[in-house]
């Protein structure tokens, strides 16, 4: 199992949730907000086996912690994985805007310029900024970028395909019909599954890495696929995400995966 959006420090087991990836074998990325987040989510996956730390700044956050950008330039040469950024122009984040686009810019120029990242990506009413940026500060050779909670229409998922883009999908996007249908015209070499968890609930509870395994089975049905093409096909997405760049890769310090790429 794969749930590539989770934020595993907003729980309150977080250590006992890395325990539990481990456990269940998913391959969790743990993404993060704020640059001061780092640390403490670096050190404590630092011996796990399925859990890889992102270093983030999230569009929400921008406006009161655009200063946290030095720390993100301190950290960036440690992190193989960077997120949970992007831009979001819902209620609340479209008075930033302008600031979001600067800080987000910078974050794709200096990801370039590293090489080898995998970003994960929010657009909140925000999908044609976002894809313009990418266009512009991020050739897909340089990085590789995964639209988070995609929300843009069939157009928009064409241009974000057409510039090497992968889409990890949740629980909730699956229950609104026209995004299934959205969902069922993605490229499904592009496909990853996430649970965007604590912030997404699924019965009243803040959803669990554990429950991409009823995603999975969900998203199977919608594409006509068994359970288990459906498992192969999204670990397979996986692993050509991470080799896409495997020099890079071995000179992220963060990445423990050397030349076997997850
Ligand atoms: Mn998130």
């Given at each position: 199992m794969i749930d590539f959006h989770c934020h595993l420090d907003l729980y ?5 949730l ?8 998913i391959?969790t990325l743990a993404v993060t907000t ?20 992102a270093?983030g700044?999230h569009p929400q ?22 997120g949970e950024v992007g831009?979001d122009?819902g ?29 994960s990506i929010h657009s909140v ?21 995964v639209l988070h909670w995609f929300a ?15 889409f990890s999908v949740n629980a909730a996007m699956l229950r609104?019909?026209?995004r299934?249908?959205?969902i ?8 990853l599954t996430e649970t965007d968890g604590p912030f997404l609930r699924l019965?009243?509870r803040p959803a669990r890495p554990r429950d991409v395994?009823l995603l999975?089975?969900?998203l ?43």
């Amino acid at each position: 199992m794969i749930d590539f959006h989770c934020h595993l420090d907003l729980y309150a087991d977080h250590v006992e949730l890395i325990a539990e990836c481990d456990r269940l074998g998913i391959r969790t990325l743990a993404v993060t907000t704020t640059p001061s987040a780092w640390p403490r989510n670096r050190d404590l996956a630092v011996g796990s086996r399925c859990v890889r730390v992102a270093l983030g700044l999230h569009p929400q956050l921008v406006a009161e912690r655009a200063s946290e950008m030095e720390l993100f330039e301190r950290y960036l040469s440690e992190a193989r994985y960077v997120g949970e950024v992007g831009l979001d122009g819902g209620r609340d984040g479209y008075r930033s805007i302008p600031l979001q686009e600067r800080v987000f810019g910078r974050i794709l120029d200096l990801c370039g310029h590293m090489g080898g990242k995998i970003l994960s990506i929010h657009s909140v009413r925000a999908v044609p900024r976002v894809l313009a940026l990418l266009e512009e500060h991020l050739q897909p050779e340089q990085g590789r970028a995964v639209l988070h909670w995609f929300a843009g229409t069939r157009s928009e998922a064409q241009w974000a395909a057409r510039l090497g883009c992968y889409f990890s999908v949740n629980a909730a996007m699956l229950r609104s019909a026209e995004r299934r249908k959205m969902i069922a015209e993605l490229p499904p070499e592009r496909l990853l599954t996430e649970t965007d968890g604590p912030f997404l609930r699924l019965g009243g509870r803040p959803a669990r890495p554990r429950d991409v395994g009823l995603l999975v089975e969900e998203l199977a049905a919608l594409l006509s696929l068994s359970t288990d093409a459906m498992s192969s096909a999204i670990q397979r997405n996986l692993r050509a995400l991470v080799s896409f760049d495997v020099a890079a890769q071995g000179e992220a310090t963060d990445d423990k995966d050397g030349q076997s790429p997850r």
